[in-house]
């Protein structure tokens, strides 16, 4: 049964940092490239960054140089750390594989709102 559960999200101003937390059944995490994604209110979800289990990383062009991505194979876990936080970067942020199917199940996400 694949789990996914995100964790690490809140509230934070502008300029600040969050690091998200992403733990991830086995069966899903040894075997995938990663990612995150993120939905924000009326918008579609979208993918933020990836991460290959060779430690290779993508980033939308929107985040790079404030985001990385991370992953420890010992804990089964997908990390992002968010630095220099900006309104435009509140959404409910999500992890999955990476290309992600249709038919992928899809955890209940972490909420970043970034405010002052």
């Known amino acids: 049964q694949v789990q996914l559960v995100e964790s690490g999200g809140g509230l934070v101003q502008p300029g600040g940092s969050l690091r998200l937390s992403c733990a991830a059944s086995g069966s899903i995490f040894s075997s995938n490239a990663m990612g995150w994604y993120r939905q924000a209110p009326g918008k579609q979800r979208v993918l933020v960054a990836d991460?290959?289990?060779?430690?290779?990383?993508n980033y939308a062009d929107s985040v790079k140089g404030r985001f990385t991505i991370s992953r420890d194979s010992a804990k089964n876990t997908v990390y992002l750390q968010m630095n220099s936080l900006k309104p435009e970067d509140t959404a409910v942020y999500y992890c999955?594989?990476?290309?992600?199917?249709?038919?992928?199940?899809w955890g209940q996400g972490t909420q970043v709102t970034v405010s002052s």
């Open positions: 999955n594989r990476w290309p992600v199917k249709s038919y992928d199940y």
């Open positions: 991460i290959t289990n060779g430690g290779s990383t």
